[in-house]
């Protein structure tokens, strides 16, 4: 029965999930453009190649 009591209050803060889902969302789409902006092209077909490279 406690879980149920516990899994009540947290469903009560429903807009502090959705506030972190949304800021989670715009980090990892902020991280993503990051990655994937074309003047880091060399940069990471560099990384890419390093587990290939004999040392």
């Known amino acids: ?3 149920l009591k ?3 209050s947290m469903a009560g803060l ?3 999930m959705g506030a972190m889902t ?3 969302m ?3 789409t902020a991280w993503i ?3 994937w902006w074309p ?3 060399a940069q990471l ?3 890419s190649r390093l587990p290939l490279e004999e040392d």
Do not use: L
């Open 6 to 8: 516990e899994g009540a």
């Open 1 to 3: 029965m406690t879980v």
């Open 39 to 41: 003047s880091r092209h």
């Open 45 to 47: 077909e560099a990384a």
């Open 14 to 16: 429903g807009w502090v």
């Open 26 to 28: 715009a980090v990892m």
């Open 33 to 35: 453009v990051w990655t």
């Open 22 to 24: 949304v800021i989670f």
